[in-house]
C-alpha cells in the first residue's frame, strides 16, 4: 500500500517515526552523558598506593625523593647498590632424603622449587644472589626439568653429577655448569653424616669458583614483586600441598604477625639446621604433568614448558592462578585468571610442584 504525504495514516507514520527518532537520540545522549559520569568518577576518584615495586629492567631500581634504592631481581629485597642486582645467581641442589635432615643454608635461599627426584623423593633446586649462608648442603644430584627451572636465571649450579639427560643437557647447552665432579676442592664430605648425605659447600668456595670459571652476572629482569598488604581477614590459614607421600607431603601456617608461612615438613616443622624455622613470604603449589621414562633407568620425568594451574599464598590469602612457560630456555611467570601477571611480596619464594592429580587444600 502507498502512503500519501497528507493522508491521515501517512500522518500518523510521520509522528511515530518522529518520536522514535528522538527516543533513540536521547537514549543515545544519556548514554554518553552516563559513560562520561562513570569515566569522570574513575578518573577523579584517589587512586589507592602503588604496591608495586617497579623495577627497571635494565637497572633494577626505583628513585622516589631523589634517592635510588636498588632492589634484587631474584627477591625483589633492597640491596646496597647496582652491581648487586647483577651479581651471579647460584643455583645448588640440595637433598631431602632423611638422611638429609635437617638440611643447611636453604633458609637463606631466594627462590626454591621443591619436587620430586625420584622415588617419591623430594629435591631442591634453591637459588641465591644477595645472600651468603656459611654451610650449604646436603647437595646431590640434578634432573633435567630443575635445569629447566633454573636456566632462565642465569644461575650457575651446583650440584653431584645427575641422571644422563641432565648431564648431556648441562654439557651441551651453555649452562654454567660447577658440578663437584670436576670441582671437588670447592666441596668437602662431612663426618657427621654418612655417604652420598655428607656432601657441603659455601659461598666463599662457590664465589670462588664461579669467578675461575668466568660466571660474574646474572642479568635478568625477574618476577614482578610488591609491597606486602596482609588482609584482616586471612582465608588461607593453613595450607596443606600432597606430593608424594605424608614423608614429603607438605603444609603451612600463616604467621600474621611476620605475614609469613611456618612450613612443616612430613608432620613435623622445617627447620634449617643452622637458621631454624623456615618460613617463606609466598607459597606457590605448581601443578606440572609428570610420568615416569627411561633415561639410564626409570626416572621422573616433567613437562616443563606449555601452562597448568597454579595457587599462589601470600598475605593470608590464595589466588587461583596458572603458570606459563614458552619453552625449556624461557623464563616461568605466573598470571591470574584475567591474564595478569602476579607479582610476589619481597623476600624468599617457595615453589612446590605437584602432579595434576594430586591435591592441594587450604583453610
Do not use: C
Amino acid at each position: 500500500m502507498i502512503l500519501h504525504s497528507n493522508s491521515p495514516w501517512a500522518k500518523l507514520v510521520h509522528f511515530a517515526d518522529f518520536h522514535r527518532r528522538w527516543a533513540g537520540i536521547l537514549i543515545a545522549v544519556f548514554i554518553v552523558i552516563g559513560a562520561g559520569s562513570v569515566t569522570a568518577a574513575y578518573f577523579l576518584q584517589p587512586k589507592p598506593a602503588a604496591t608495586v615495586i617497579t623495577v627497571k629492567e635494565e637497572a633494577k631500581a626505583v628513585t622516589e625523593n631523589g634517592v635510588t634504592k636498588y632492589y634484587s631481581p631474584l627477591t625483589g629485597l633492597e640491596v646496597k647498590d647496582e652491581l648487586e642486582t647483577r651479581k651471579q645467581i647460584t643455583a645448588i641442589m640440595i637433598e631431602n632424603s632423611l638422611d638429609a635432615r635437617p638440611q643447611s643454608g636453604i633458609k637463606s635461599a631466594g627462590v626454591v622449587f621443591e619436587a620430586v627426584a625420584e622415588g617419591g623423593i623430594t629435591r631442591y633446586l634453591t637459588l641465591f644472589q644477595e645472600s651468603r649462608p656459611g654451610l650449604i648442603g646436603p647437595v646431590r644430584s640434578v634432573r633435567p626439568y630443575y635445569i629447566d627451572w633454573m636456566g632462565p636465571f642465569q644461575a650457575s649450579i651446583a650440584h653431584v653429577g645427575g641422571s644422563q639427560n641432565a648431564l648431556l643437557t648441562l654439557k651441551n647447552g651453555g649452562y654454567k655448569d660447577i658440578d663437584q665432579f670436576f670441582n671437588g676442592s670447592y666441596y668437602w664430605r662431612a663426618t657427621d653424616r654418612v655417604a652420598p648425605h655428607n656432601v657441603y659447600t659455601n659461598f666463599d668456595k662457590l664465589d670462588e669458583l664461579n669467578k675461575k670459571k668466568g660466571y660474574v652476572g646474572s642479568d635478568i629482569k625477574g618476577w614482578p614483586h610488591k609491597l606486602d598488604s596482609p588482609v584482616a581477614a586471612p582465608n588461607a590459614k593453613t595450607i596443606h600441598i600432597d606430593i608424594s607421600s605424608a614423608t614429603f607431603n607438605v603444609d603451612y601456617n600463616y604467621d600474621a604477625t611476620t605475614n609469613t608461612y611456618n612450613r612443616i615438613l612430613g608432620g613435623k616443622p622445617h627447620a634449617d639446621r643452622e637458621g631454624g624455622q623456615i618460613a617463606p613470604k609466598v607459597v606457590v603449589a605448581m601443578k606440572v604433568p609428570t610420568q615416569i621414562g627411561f633415561e639410564d633407568g626409570y626416572r621422573e620425568q616433567m613437562d616443563t614448558s606449555g601452562y597448568n594451574q597454579a595457587y599462589i599464598f601470600q598475605d593470608g590469602t590464595v589466588q587461583e592462578a596458572f603458570w606459563r612457560k614458552a619453552d625449556a630456555r624461557a623464563p616461568i611467570y605466573f598470571y591470574d585468571k584475567a591474564g595478569k601477571p602476579i607479582a610476589f611480596n619481597a623476600g624468599q619464594a617457595w615453589i612446590s610442584v605437584t602432579a595434576p592429580n594430586k591435591s592441594v587444600t587450604w583453610q
